[in-house]
């Protein structure tokens, strides 16, 4: 059983920034990769940005230059720092991993992030 829980969503302001944050229930090198999606309402789950388990890093052109992802092994978790934020940010994240060892992927709950105009 595999768990992931997102924390660090909140309001804030154009041009601010957030962090989030990804806690997975075993090791992180135990996934092929690690992402960050985004739902709005009514709008399909999309990817914002991946890392393997090599460290290689992608991000969709929505956010290059303003999202980093990135991990920390000795938490077992996966960050997403948020900085220039724009209303159309606004959604809720989602955590993503794909198993190393099998075909399985896994998603959190979500957190919401809002951002004011």
């Known amino acids: 059983q595999v768990q992931l829980v997102e924390s660090g969503g909140g309001l804030v302001q154009a041009g601010g920034s957030l962090r989030l944050s990804c806690a997975a229930s075993r090791t992180i090198f135990s996934f092929n990769t690690m992402g960050w999606y985004r739902q709005a309402p009514g709008k399909q789950r999309d990817l914002v940005a991946r890392?393997?388990?090599?460290?290689?890093?992608t991000y969709v052109d929505s956010v290059k230059g303003r999202f980093t992802i990135s991990r920390d092994s000795a938490k077992n978790t996966v960050y997403l720092q948020m900085n220039s934020l724009k209303p159309e940010d606004t959604s809720v994240y989602y955590c993503n991993a794909e198993d190393w060892y099998i075909t399985a992927s896994y998603w959190g709950q979500g957190t919401q992030v809002t951002v004011s105009s």
């Open positions: 890392i393997t388990r090599g460290g290689a890093t």
